[in-house]
Structure formats: structure tokens, C-alpha cells
């Protein structure tokens, strides 16, 4: 069983900065890829960012491309989305997800879910 818990998100002004984090239980966290996904009201999830369980490939939607940033610390069961230049458009729900597979962008491919953090760009 893997449990995910998610942090950092909150209230920022465009052009901010934001860094989630990702903590996760288990001893095979390290072999599991990470995923970040978003939602907004009234929206689908989408894919932000995935990382492949050693942290060699990374992956990222066109949209975060250049400001977004997804690591990984194996030895603390954490994985980390470092969000530059934020715009009023990043605003939703970040979700960290979890799979025991390489890295996709599919969200129906991740089997483990945290249960969110808000995160809101306005001035």
C-alpha cells in the first residue's frame, strides 16, 4: 500500500513561486514513477509533470514546459514540483499520483492518489 501526502500549495501572486511537495509511505516508493496532476473547477485532470522512479526521465505538459520543475529524493520518500512564473491559468488542485511502471502522462495509469493541495495565482 503507498500513501501520498501532499504540501505547499497556497495563495500566489502572478509571476510567483510555489514548491510542492510529495510524501510518501512505503519502502517501494523508490521504485514507483511520480506524477503531478492538476484540476481546475469544472475541468478534467491533466497532466503537469511525471518523473521516472530513478530520476533520469522527466516529463512535462507543453503548458509548464520551462517553469516547472519535477525532482525526486528517494532517500526521504519525496517528490517535489518547483513552480516559477506562475499564472492565473495554473490555478487548481495539485494531485501527486503514484505507479509501479515507467512514467506516462495517462492519469488513469497511476493506481496511487494524494488527496490534493490548492493552488491559487491572483493578485
Known amino acids: 500500500q503507498v500513501q501520498l501526502v501532499e504540501s505547499g500549495g497556497g495563495l500566489v501572486q502572478p509571476g510567483g513561486s510555489l514548491r510542492l511537495s510529495c510524501a510518501g509511505s512505503g519502502r517501494t516508493f523508490s521504485s514507483l514513477s511520480m506524477g503531478w496532476f492538476r484540476q481546475a473547477p469544472g475541468m478534467e485532470r491533466e497532466f503537469v509533470a511525471a518523473?521516472?522512479?530513478?530520476?533520469?526521465?522527466?516529463y512535462y505538459a507543453d503548458s509548464v514546459k520551462g517553469r516547472f520543475t519535477i525532482s525526486r529524493d528517494n532517500a526521504k520518500n519525496a517528490v517535489y514540483l518547483q513552480m516559477n512564473s506562475l499564472k492565473p491559468e495554473d490555478t487548481a488542485v495539485y494531485y501527486c499520483a503514484a505507479r509501479r511502471n515507467r512514467a506516462t502522462t495517462a492519469a488513469y495509469d497511476y493506481g496511487y492518489w494524494g488527496q490534493g493541495t490548492q493552488v491559487t495565482v491572483s493578485s
Open positions: 518523473i521516472s522512479w530513478v530520476g533520469v526521465n522527466t
